[in-house]
C-alpha cells in the first residue's frame, strides 16, 4: 500500500460535463468549518453543476502523480487525476460591473494539498479573468480561514472590507473578509 503520493505537474484546463462526478466527490470531501457556510452535504447530493454551476465557470487543475512505496521508491502506479478546482464568475450580471470576476470556490484535493495546486488555480483563474477582458478579479474569505488568506495575500489580493459577524457558524460569529485585486500587468 502507498504511504506518499508525489505531484510531477500539474495543468489547468475547463472543466468538463464529464468531470461532474469527480468535482461533486471533491467538493465534498474537502467540505470544512474553515470555509464552508453551508451544513455539510448529505446523501442524496445535489448535482455539483446545474443552471447557476455551469461547467464554463470551473477550471481544473489536474496532477500527475506517482504513487511511492513506504521506503519511498516509486511504485510505477502514476495517474492522473484531479487536484482541485476553482470556481470564476462575473459577481452580478451588470453591465457597469462587467469588468470585474470574482473566484467563488477553490478546492484542493487533500492529497495535492501543499504541491502548490491551489496557488496554481489563482494564478490560472487571474489569467482567465485577463483574458475575459477583467481588470479587476474579487472573492470572499472567512475571517477565520487563515491559511486561505494567506494564500490570497501571496497572491496579491488585499483586504478591501471586512463584515464583521456576517455568519453564526457552530455556535460563533465569524467575519466575511472581501478581497481583490488589479489584473493590469
Same mark, same amino acid.
Do not use: K
Given at each position: 500500500?502507498?504511504?506518499?503520493?508525489? !505531484?510531477?505537474? *500539474?495543468?489547468?484546463?475547463?472543466?468538463?460535463?464529464?468531470?461532474?462526478?469527480?468535482?461533486?466527490?471533491?467538493?465534498?470531501?474537502?467540505?470544512?468549518?474553515?470555509?464552508a457556510v453551508m451544513p455539510r452535504p448529505r446523501p442524496p447530493y445535489d448535482p455539483f453543476f446545474?443552471?447557476?454551476?455551469?461547467?464554463?465557470?470551473? !477550471?481544473? &487543475?489536474? &496532477?500527475?502523480?506517482?504513487?511511492?512505496?513506504?521506503a519511498g521508491a516509486p511504485d510505477g502506479s502514476g495517474e492522473i487525476r484531479i487536484a482541485g478546482?476553482?470556481?470564476? *464568475?462575473?459577481?452580478?450580471?451588470?453591465?457597469? $460591473?462587467?469588468? %470585474?470576476?470574482?473566484?467563488?470556490?477553490?478546492?484542493?484535493?487533500?492529497?495535492?494539498?501543499?504541491?502548490?495546486?491551489?496557488?496554481?488555480? !489563482?494564478?490560472?483563474?487571474?489569467?482567465?479573468?485577463?483574458?475575459?477582458?477583467? $481588470?479587476?478579479?474579487?472573492?470572499?474569505?472567512l475571517g477565520h480561514n487563515t491559511p486561505a488568506r494567506a494564500l490570497y495575500a501571496s497572491e496579491?489580493?488585499?483586504?478591501?472590507? %471586512?463584515?464583521?459577524?456576517?455568519?453564526?457558524?457552530?455556535?460563533?460569529? *465569524? #467575519? #466575511?473578509? !472581501?478581497?481583490?485585486?488589479?489584473?493590469?500587468?
Open positions: 500500500m502507498p504511504a506518499t503520493t508525489t !505531484l510531477h505537474s *500539474v495543468s489547468v484546463r475547463p472543466a468538463l460535463s464529464a468531470d461532474e462526478e469527480a468535482l461533486g466527490e471533491l467538493d465534498r470531501s474537502t467540505w470544512s468549518t474553515l470555509h446545474d443552471e447557476r454551476h455551469r461547467p464554463g465557470d470551473f !477550471l481544473v &487543475a489536474e &496532477a500527475a502523480t506517482e504513487a511511492a512505496t513506504e478546482y476553482i470556481r470564476l *464568475v462575473p459577481p452580478t450580471p451588470l453591465a457597469c $460591473n462587467a469588468h %470585474v470576476r470574482q473566484i467563488q470556490g477553490l478546492a484542493v484535493a487533500a492529497w495535492a494539498r501543499g504541491a502548490g495546486v491551489g496557488r496554481t488555480l !489563482l494564478r490560472a483563474a487571474c489569467a482567465e479573468a485577463r483574458r475575459q477582458g477583467a $481588470n479587476r478579479i474579487t472573492l470572499r474569505v496579491g489580493f488585499a483586504v478591501e472590507g %471586512v463584515l464583521s459577524g456576517e455568519f453564526f457558524l457552530h455556535g460563533r460569529y *465569524v #467575519d #466575511d473578509v !472581501l478581497m481583490g485585486r488589479s489584473l493590469a500587468p
